[in-house]
Every structure is written in C-alpha cells, then in structure tokens.
C-alpha cells in the first residue's frame, strides 16, 4: 500500500503522455491482482468496445468508404490513448484493464479489416497478414494469461499499431494509396513485436518452470 501514493505523485509530462514507460508495472495489474472492474478507464473501454458494432454496421450500411464510420473508428482508436491518460491520473489501474485493453485494440484492427477487405479499400494480401498476426496474438494472449505471463506491449507493438490503425482509417476514408503505404509499414513494425511478445512469454514461462 506505502508504494501506491508514490507511484500517483511521480507523473510528469512524459509519464502522463505515455512517453515514459519506465518502471515496474501498477501491481494493480499483475495476474494475480483483483478485477477491480469499476474504474473511469474501464468505462472508457467498454464504450470503446459498444462502438465496434457501431462501426460496423455504419460501414457496411455505406458500402465501403464512410467518413461517419472513419470517424467512430478513429474515436475508438484514440480512446485507447484516453483510457491510459485516465488511469493515469486517476491511479485507477486494474487487471480487467490490462486484460480488455489489448482485446478492445485487436478486436478493433480486425473490424477494420472486415471492412476493408469486403469493399477492397486496401490490397488483400496486407489485409491478410494483419489479420493472421491479431488472431496470433489474440490466442497466443489468451493462452498466456491463463498461465500467468504478464504481457508488456514493446514500443514495437506500440510505434506499430499506430500506421496500421492509420492504414485502416485512410482506407475507410477512401484514401487507397495512403492507406496502402501507411498498412505496409504498421504490418512490417506488428511482425517485429510478435516476435519480441513471444520471446518474452517464452522466457517468463521458462523461470516459472524453474522456480517449480
């Protein structure tokens, strides 16, 4: 409890933008840390999950290309940005958090996909490669928490997610040429970290063994 206080009282500017990443994570979120299911930034998320249907739905009733679905997406997209912002400030950290987080962002780039897959917005085959990497992660991450891995997003995962969110966005603006290059690179970077999630649930598993 002594070590909660001084974790609320060293947020500056970095830390607050996300820009600082450094130090153990809140124990708040640690696998065997409670729910703690009532907080500001788990409101946020589930708002962010209710709008994917939303997007959905808006997109296909457009044929393809919407700027009103483009802009769910992008709501959505930088509500991730918000709900950390919140846990932030408020210290309302919790593992339901840590575990919705992750599953809201992939749940996210795979509606998009659908999206820009079914009206050709963007080249197939990056679509498909996106798609093969999120249920990698989806399973591999579900797998993972079962035994206990504590999954740490990698600043490849994090400068990638970024230009393919991005990719998608263009795409449903109707931007193909954009949206094609900004995809290329967002997959490119993803690959990159998971490879660097799985090298590090591999090693997590391998000291919990040892220590059996």
Known sequence: MSGAPEKRQRLTFRRFAGLDRS???????????PLRPWTIPNAIGLVRLLLIPLFVAISWEAGGASITAAAIYAVVAWGDYADGIAARVTGQYSRLGAMLDPVIDRLLVISGVIVCWRFELVPVPLLAVLVVRELVMLIGGSYGLRRGVRLEINWWGRWGVWPA????????????????????????????????????????????????
Request: aromatic share 6%.
């Open 23 to 33: 130090g153990p994570p809140p124990p708040e979120t640690l696998p065997d840390a």
């Open 165 to 212: 969110m991005g990719g998608l966005f263009l795409g449903i603006c109707g931007a193909r040429l954009a949206a094609t290059i900004m995809l290329a690179i967002g997959v490119v970077l993803l690959i990159i970290a998971t490879v660097q999630y799985f090298r590090s649930a591999r090693i997590q598993l391998a000291e919990r063994t040892a220590s059996t």
